[in-house]
């Protein structure tokens, strides 16, 4: 193999494929990037042998050939040479050379026959949406993640395609996230599959403001197509709670408040937050949101908020992260949020996207 490529265009490509490499990995070969050089262009390979990652960087190819380099190692040295343009080509015994006009390095490879291959997908019906709308509901939704390995069965993010609709579900127990979109076409039948969390932050890695993504669903494994970068995922196997059961119906009175100013008040107040007094105090009056934190022994804080709200007096409890999570995500000037209880969950709905929020008792 010999290429001639542009370090830029290398260390972007490293970067988009590392992140799956599991730094504990029994298996040497699997902290290796597959490097295959073919025509003009080289495709760079990573697993941790349930999420895999290609991506494909356009250059002059002068031998083809495929090797397998240790990927931090090769990340690390590229970063550090001192141009722009720099050679790669391997010899005998797997041995790679890097070579720039004034530096070079060599560094042992493993061979690309050891590297595990990645599933094949027969061409079946494939589902096309805009990147920047899964961007959007994967953003909205995946924070919701359980990140509780006993309950592994919510460790990802529910894709539930029906005819023209794709809906993404998250919940950890303590709260849910639920966003529709439409798909620009019929589906032949209805599908639901659970894709792991490390594959939801590598779709959110990648996926770009322009563009669409094409997704092929099996049983038990998912691709996404992005044009110059390919996901490859192993999928949960279970079923996925029912999630409708706990959607309340809307409240009548409506909390309007201003996003950015919510936020904001929550994030101060979460300053005197510890892991035994997490609790944020919302106290609801007519046009006013009083935001504030006691923590024993740390200090209080108290904030008023201006809102537009014509219903009964309330005070309830919440984890002011959970706030934070969604808050920080939405892209609207002015968010209505639902609160009827003390007792009760905390809701807001937003064009297709419904978020549920489990209060917390004020100690």
Same mark, same amino acid.
């Given at each position: 193999?010999?290429? &001639?490529?542009?370090? +830029? %265009? !290398?260390?972007?490509?490293?970067? #988009?494929?590392?992140? /799956? *490499? ?57 970063? &550090?040479?001192?141009? +722009? %343009? !720099?050679?790669?080509?391997?010899? #005998?015994?797997?041995? /790679? *050379? ?55 069965i919510l460790n990802g993010i529910l894709f539930k ?203």
């Open positions: 193999m010999k290429v &001639e490529i542009s370090k +830029d %265009k !290398l260390i972007a490509g490293i970067q #988009k494929v590392q992140n /799956v *490499i599991s730094v504990r990995s029994a298996l040497p070969i699997l902290s290796n990037i597959l490097v295959e050089a073919e025509k003009d262009k080289i495709r760079l390979t990573a697993t941790d042998l349930d999420v895999g990652i290609s991506c494909v960087i356009p250059v002059d190819i002068q031998e083809p050939g495929m090797i397998t380099i240790p990927a931090k190692r090769f990340g690390d040295i590229i970063k &550090e040479l001192p141009d +722009d %343009k !720099l050679n790669i080509n391997t010899k #005998k015994n797997n041995l /790679v *050379i890097i070579e720039t006009k004034s530096c070079q390095f060599k560094i042992m490879g493993l061979p690309f026959e050891d590297f595990p291959k990645l599933p094949e997908f027969k061409e079946g019906g494939v589902l096309k949406i805009e990147q920047a709308v899964l961007k959007e509901m994967l953003a909205l939704t995946s924070f919701a993640v359980s990140i509780d390995e006993t309950r592994y395609i029906s005819r023209d609709n794709i809906t993404l579900v998250a919940t950890d127990g303590k709260r849910l996230a639920v966003i529709q979109r439409k798909l620009n076409k019929n589906t032949e039948k209805d599908l639901q599959i659970i894709v792991p969390l490390k594959t939801i932050q590598e779709l959110s890695r990648n996926l770009q403001e322009e563009g669409e993504v094409s997704m092929l669903l099996g049983n038990n494994q998912a691709l996404f197509d992005l044009g110059d970068v390919i996901i490859i995922s192993r999928l949960i196997e279970g079923e996925f709670p029912d999630y409708q059961q706990v959607i309340p119906p809307a409240a009548e009175n409506k909390i309007g408040v201003g996003r950015e100013q919510f936020l904001l008040a929550v994030k101060r107040a979460a300053l005197l937050s510890t892991p035994d007094y997490q609790a944020v105090k919302l106290e609801v009056f007519k046009n006013k949101m009083v935001v504030s934190k006691s923590t024993p022994d740390v200090g209080e804080s108290r904030e008023e908020v201006p809102i537009e709200y014509q219903g009964k007096e309330i005070v309830a409890g919440f984890n002011p992260s959970y706030l934070m999570d969604v808050l920080k995500n939405l892209c609207e000037e002015r968010v209505a949020f639902e609160l009827t209880d003390a007792e009760k969950p905390g809701v807001i709905r937003i064009n297709g996207y419904v978020y549920i929020v489990l209060p917390m008792r004020l100690n």
